[in-house]
């Protein structure tokens, strides 16, 4: 069940970065950034590449290292749509909730205890 849940919020958080909207889940944020990539001889070509940005209260209680990435001042930023995952998924909005945020409590409980974490989205 808890699979499905975060499948449901993979899906959420996938159509959101097809409209290029970033969506922040508490401990992050999901977001298209631009990269550039090289190809053949030597030309660049731009892309955007998804990519979760810690956010800063998480950083610094667990005192950690990481890239900083800006997110474009032009993408809105949205927040996980609870009612919509929970439609999606057939759980209750409560249960749907309820299970990211203990999910987010656990991940943050290994980055607590240093800890090694695969966290993947579909």
Request: hydrophobic letters at 40%; charged letters at 30%; aromatic letters at 10%.
């Amino acid at each position: 069940e808890i699979c499905k849940v975060w499948s449901g919020a993979s899906r959420y958080i996938h159509r959101q970065l097809l409209q290029k909207r970033a969506v922040e889940i508490g401990a992050g944020t999901f977001a298209l950034v631009s990269v550039h990539t090289s190809v053949e001889e030597g030309k660049v070509l731009p892309v955007e590449r998804p990519v979760f940005i810690v956010s800063k209260p998480v950083r610094t209680f667990y005192n950690l290292e990481c890239d900083e990435t800006k997110i474009p001042d032009q993408t809105p930023v949205v927040h996980l749509d609870f009612e919509e995952i929970a439609a999606d998924t057939h759980f209750r909005r409560e249960i749907v909730e309820q299970c990211i945020h203990e999910t987010l409590l656990c991940f943050a409980g290994a980055l607590r205890d240093n800890k090694e974490v695969e966290f993947s989205f579909k």
